[in-house]
């Protein structure tokens, strides 16, 4: 396992733009982050591969969302634009340091980050 470090987050009117971060303390396979709302399950956001550095994002966000690296830094970056009522959630970072086929589920991972409320107003 690893320590994340999250940051970003607030509230934000709807249209507006929020960024995240969130920095490993040590090397992992992959990190992104997911997302949870009240009575709802934890679900994927985006996700970054470090062996081949491949990128992948839930259906909704693309076009809106982009997740980028520092892999020397183990640091990824959500930039959130357009964001919409319906992205409000708690944000968590999530890494992975032991190889699974879950990789778009919660259990494909072992280190969590804290959490970072984001709000969108209508």
């Known amino acids: 396992q690893v320590q994340l470090v999250e940051s970003g987050g607030g509230l934000v009117q709807a249209g507006g733009s929020l960024r995240l971060s969130c920095q490993a303390s040590?090397?992992?396979?992959?990190m992104g982050w997911f997302r949870q709302s009240p009575g709802k399950e934890r679900e994927f956001v985006a996700l970054?591969?470090?062996?081949?550095?491949?990128?992948f994002l839930e259906d909704s966000v693309k076009g809106r969302f982009t997740l980028s690296t520092d892999k020397r830094e183990n640091t990824v970056y959500l930039q959130m634009n357009s964001l919409q009522p319906e992205d409000t959630a708690v944000y968590y970072c999530?890494?992975?340091?032991?190889?699974?086929?879950?990789?778009?589920?919660?259990?494909?991972?072992?280190?969590w980050g804290q959490g970072i409320q984001v709000t969108v107003s209508s």
């Open positions: 999530a890494a992975a340091t032991i190889h699974s086929i879950f990789d778009l589920l919660p259990r494909g991972y072992n280190s």
């Open positions: 040590g090397r992992t396979l992959n």
């Open positions: 970054t591969r470090w062996s081949d550095s491949h990128i």
